[in-house]
Nanobody, 119 residues
Framework: QVQLAESGGGLVQAGDSLRLSCVPS????????MGWFRQAPGKEREFVAA????????SYGDSVKGRFTISIDNAKNTVSLQMGSLKPEDTAEYFC????????????WGQGTQVIVSS
């Protein structure tokens, strides 16, 4: 069992930046990929970003490309999502997820952290 603890959400204005963090209860080296997803009220869960542990290759959802960056700090065992040029449509609950067997199959999920972007 892997626990994921997200933090960093909050209320910001359009155009601002925000950094989300996720600390797993195991080393990220024990996973194959770490990802961020989001879900806005009344909408389906949306892929935001992911990073493959073995290669550090990152991928992004179309709506956040060029604005968000996912990274891993191995010393702190922390997965971060740096969000820039935030828009009201980025408002959502953001979830960290860990894949331990297949890179596109997420086995564990955090509780979520809320991001609200005001216009």
């Amino acid at each position: 069992q892997v626990q994921l603890a997200e933090s960093g959400g909050g209320l910001v204005q359009a155009g601002d930046s925000l950094r989300l963090s996720c600390v797993p209860s195991v080393s990220t080296d024990n996973t194959v990929a770490m990802g961020w997803f989001r879900q806005a009220p009344g909408k389906e869960r949306e892929f935001v970003a992911a990073i493959r542990i073995s290669t550090d290759i990152a991928s992004y959802g179309d709506s956040v490309k060029g604005r968000f960056t996912i990274s891993i700090d191995n010393a702190k065992n922390t997965v971060s999502l740096q969000m820039g040029s935030l828009k009201p449509e980025d408002t959502a609950e953001y979830f960290c997820a860990a894949a331990v067997r297949k890179v596109d199959q997420y086995d564990y999920w955090g509780q979520g952290t809320q991001v609200i972007v005001s216009s």
